[in-house]
């Protein structure tokens, strides 16, 4: 394979987002965009349950019907008791319905769908809908739901468990020869994802025939979506379509974090409500109903850990819970899937125990938030580090350093599947406490606790690694326009994160072309043959590899045609700068245009298709330092600073790393000091606006401080690893040790996130009357877990 000529490689530089002019000068075209002229687009809206947990005993449609404008007013009786095919299925027995059959689960769950000729109108007409219910018991906790007597979501089951991990009975007692033990019980709080724009959907059914007698032959659907071929694969196997009767394109999404994974519920019931009217209806959700539908996270966490006489590390043993929410929502899975994955963190730990379950409870149905059980390993990991360095009397740093993976212990293989590639984990440390200037902290934080000052100051660390790109397959492929120019594609689907850039870059950078000649095409599925989509911070690695492979491709057939054209040998020409030439005849060359062109003449246009395979997934890494300000008498948090040294192998644009390391920060410390979606004991959101769930301004935030360590990968060809949830991983740890750090001397061993006034106020009371214990035991079902061997992962 042949290396292009060039003087400075583009690779590695920033370079300002292609992406932004369009959206910053209001070209964005959204869902809610698309069509908005077209008095054929009917609009659809969805009757919901105001209670989490209830019989349906009867609907009544007929004053809605009556309505003006209004086309249908469908329930459960006309769509019928088909699951829906979801992203991740965790229990085949725990079906969820395009609309709810004979019982809601969850404050929110959709009983009816009205459509009508104008938005307006359908709100109007479903308020008419009368619904009966017969309520029945409400599970919040999910600890509670555990219990013997708790309410059965599905009561056929005769429990609410639905996913459950253990290590094998009989093996050796992790903690037996432990010379202490520092125990924690944490929780990972529920968060809202909250992206600016919510689940979206445009239908439009392909008609074969005229009239009423035209059959639904196909549907071309605009979806805000992570997941473009995924959600295709999903609705056909809804319809009962062909792959090719299917068009599925994802116009601008504005974000997704997760919760625009595959499909929906409410996304079946608009296509069927589509394919029933023959016409297209759109439904976009409001705020309210994001607040409700897009939870994620969920945790509790018991987490003991064995020491030494001299600190290092013996064993660990975990059990953790996790909230499914109704329905088996798959961010409970996460418990028993990628938080045990990651359970090791960056630490030797010789012996390692770890059992989970994943339970149902009255609230909205989980998914994955920006980590998807990552950031709830990392949050129980380094709190457990953190808490087990103060039980021994060693500051954070040394015990971390004393139970690192070495540089040469990699690659390394974890006790539960995981195979780490590359990592340098005390360069990342040091880097942070450089930045942060730990000493000068540290006698800051004296000098405040030998004074009796009232605002304490604490640091806090997090040395973290994650898994990302999972291994797999990618789609990437290249068209060069008769002028030269290029259009490049690929699976993945960006929503924000800067793929039209990066891809572009890794183009320009192979054949010498600036970007402005280049541009980017994804998220449709009638032009891009197929694709993974994004999630799990897999585009670089896995995208970016496959478009690098393209790009090579098309410069070797380029570089032959280029040959025949000169009428020289392939090995004696070369490309510099976009211009194929000679070596040693400068006078004698070619632009991408004359070659371009040729090509189309010879009915051979220049295309390429190349699908990248990478085997096994990368692993991430890095530590962040926060610094913050508690006053002891009210409980309230200042953050000060924040640290985040990140390592994410080979940087295409630091720019683009840049951006993704201060969402994440962001999106983590709020974790830590304000987000949290919850609930009443009888299963009301009592933080369903933004009035209530404290998302952060600029205001709240301080400047992030960010930089890099580069340790690449050897399972891509551009040794990249992934970064779009790296800092959410970090950071939070980070900020929850700092706020424990500065309370420490007062007795506190421990505050759950969000560490809000109240709890900080309250850990500092309790640990002034003795009454601070981060510790109790396990719920019982640990001691016997159930065999739910018939419970699997249903792939998509």
């Known amino acids: 394979m042949s290396t292009p000529s060039r003087g400075t490689s583009i690779l590695g530089t920033e370079v300002r987002r292609v992406e932004d002019p369009d959206l910053l000068r209001g070209r964005g075209r959204f869902v809610a965009d698309l069509d908005v002229d077209d008095p054929e687009v009917a609009h659809a809206v969805f009757v919901r349950s105001p209670v989490a947990h209830a019989r349906i005993t009867g609907i009544d449609t007929g004053g809605a019907l009556e309505a003006p404008g209004v086309l249908a007013v469908l329930t459960a009786a006309d769509l019928g008791a088909e699951p829906v095919p979801v992203f991740n299925q965790i229990h085949d027995r725990v079906p969820r319905t395009a609309l709810a059959v004979d019982r809601v689960r969850f404050v929110g769950d959709a009983v009816a769908l009205v459509v009508a000729t104008s938005r307006v109108a359908a709100v109007d007409a479903a308020e008419l809908v009368d619904v009966d219910y017969q309520d029945l018991e409400v599970v919040v906790d999910m600890e509670s739901a555990l219990e013997p007597d708790a309410p059965r979501q599905f009561p056929e089951l005769g429990t609410n468990v639905v996913l459950a991990v253990k290590d094998p009975d009989g093996e050796v007692d992790v903690l037996a020869d432990a010379h202490r033990v520092a125990r924690l019980r944490m929780e990972n709080n529920r968060m809202a994802s909250s992206p600016i724009e919510g689940h979206g959907i445009l239908v439009r059914p392909v008609l074969t025939g005229d009239g009423a ?29 062909d792959a090719e009767q299917v068009r599925v394109r994802a116009p601008h999404v504005g974000g997704a974090f997760g919760g625009k994974a595959g499909i929906i519920a409410e996304h079946a019931a608009v296509v069927s409500a589509a394919t029933r009217l023959r016409r297209p209806v759109r439904w976009v959700e409001t705020r309210s109903e994001t607040m409700l539908s897009m939870s994620s996270r969920g945790q509790v966490q018991y987490v003991e850990v064995g020491l030494s006489a001299d600190g290092t590390i013996t064993g660990m043993r975990a059990r953790l819970v996790g909230d499914c929410g109704a329905y088996a929502g798959f961010g409970g899975s996460f418990a028993s899937g990628s938080t045990r994955t990651m359970s090791q963190g960056s630490y030797v730990i010789p012996r390692l125990r770890y059992d989970a379950v994943s339970v149902m409870t009255n609230t909205a149905p989980t998914g994955a938030f920006r980590g998807a059980g ?60 450089s930045a942060v200037g730990v000493d000068e902290v540290r006698a800051e934080q004296q000098r405040r606790r030998e004074a009796g000052s009232s605002w304490q100051l604490g640091l806090g660390i997090a040395s973290y690694v994650e898994i990302t790109g999972f291994g797999g397959t990618e789609y990437a492929g290249i068209r060069v326009a008769e002028d030269g120019s290029l259009t490049v594609m690929a699976g993945t689907s960006a929503h924000g994160q800067g793929h039209a850039t990066a891809f572009s870059m890794l183009v320009a950078d192979q054949l010498g072309l600036p970007l402005e000649r280049i541009s980017y095409l994804q998220s449709d599925t009638a032009q891009v043959r197929s694709g993974g989509g994004t999630g799990g911070a897999r585009s670089l690695q896995l995208g970016g590899s496959a478009v690098l492979g393209a790009a090579v491709e098309l410069r070797e057939r380029a570089t032959r045609l280029a040959a025949d054209l000169l009428e020289v040998a392939q090995d004696d020409v070369e490309l510099v700068d976009g211009v194929f030439g000679v070596r040693g005849v400068p006078d004698v060359s070619l632009g991408w245009d004359e070659v371009a062109a040729r090509a189309h003449r010879d009915g051979e246009p220049l295309s390429v298709d190349h699908d990248f395979r990478q085997h096994g997934a990368t692993f991430p890494f890095g530590t962040h330092a926060s610094v913050v300000e508690v006053d002891t008498e009210t409980g309230a948090v200042r953050l000060l600073r924040h640290v985040a040294v990140d390592d994410c192998g080979t940087v295409v644009n630091p720019m683009l790393v840049r951006g993704q390391q201060q969402g994440g920060c962001a999106q983590g410390i709020s974790q830590a000091l304000w987000e949290e ?120």
């Open 374 to 433: 990552r950031p709830e390993a990392a949050a129980m990991v380094e709190r457990a580090m953190d808490h087990a360095a103060r039980e021994c009397g060693l500051s954070p740093e040394e015990f971390r350093r004393r139970n690192y993976l070495r540089p040469e212990q990699f690659p390394h293989e974890a006790k539960f599947g995981a195979s780490y590639d590359t990592g340098e984990y005390a360069a990342a440390l040091d880097a942070a406490l």
């Open 677 to 796: 979606f919850r609930y009443d004991g009888a299963g009301n959101p009592v933080t369903a606006s933004l009035a209530d769930y404290s998302l952060p301004s600029s205001a709240d935030l301080v400047q992030l401080e960010t930089s890099l360590t580069q340790t690449p990968t050897d399972r891509n060809p551009l040794g990249a690893k992934g970064i779009g949830e790296a800092a959410t991983v970090g950071s939070t740890p980070a900020v929850q040790n700092a706020v424990i750090d500065a309370v420490a001397h007062l007795g506190v061993r421990h505050i759950d996130i969000p560490c809000t006034p109240e709890r900080v106020h309250r850990a500092i009371l309790q640990a002034q009357a003795g009454q601070h214990d981060p510790w109790r035991e396990p719920p019982a079902i640990f001691d016997d877990i159930p065999d739910l061997t018939q419970i699997a992962d249903v792939e998509v």
């Open 213 to 241: 007698r035209a059959e639904v032959t196909g549907l071309d659907v605009a979806l805000a979506t992570q997941h473009p071929h995924t959600a295709r694969k999903l609705l056909c196997r809804w319809t009962g379509l």
